[in-house]
Nanobody
Framework: QMTLVESGGGLVQAGGSLRLTCAASGRTFGSYAMGWFRQAPGKERAFVASVNWNGGSKYYADSVKGRFTISRDNAKNTVYLQMNSLKPEDTAIYYC?????????????????WGQGTQVTVSS
């Protein structure tokens, strides 16, 4: 029903910026809530941000508020994560996910489709 592919990860210095892109293929992208999660080495997968179907409602983890911005372009079947003021603790594999029920949930269990992830490494 839907395929998600992340891109834009890489190596960046602390304090720098990076924009992640998630390209979706599917017939009903515009009706899904979308989320970003991350998983650091030895850690559980953690919520980062989510956005509802039209971009009008967003949630952020406390650890990224004021630094990260989630957005979407339904005409392009794409969701973005703009990451500013990056810290070494932001280092993780970042995953995008789609929730067909539009909950914008902070729980990974709510999401129906997942990308393969893109690595973000922030150096000191």
């Amino acid at each position: 029903q839907m395929t998600l592919v992340e891109s834009g990860g890489g190596l960046v210095q602390a304090g720098g910026s990076l924009r992640l892109t998630c390209a979706a293929s599917g017939r009903t992208f515009g009706s899904y809530a979308m989320g970003w999660f991350r998983q650091a080495p030895g850690k559980e997968r953690a919520f980062v941000a989510s956005v509802n179907w039209n971009g009008g409602s967003k949630y952020y983890a406390d650890s990224v508020k004021g630094r990260f911005t989630i957005s979407r372009d339904n005409a392009k079947n794409t969701v973005y994560l703009q990451m500013n003021s990056l810290k070494p603790e932001d280092t993780a594999i970042y995953y995008c996910a789609a929730d067909r029920f539009g909950s914008r949930s902070q729980s990974a269990l709510a999401y129906d489709y997942w990308g393969q992830g893109t690595q973000v490494t922030v150096s000191s």
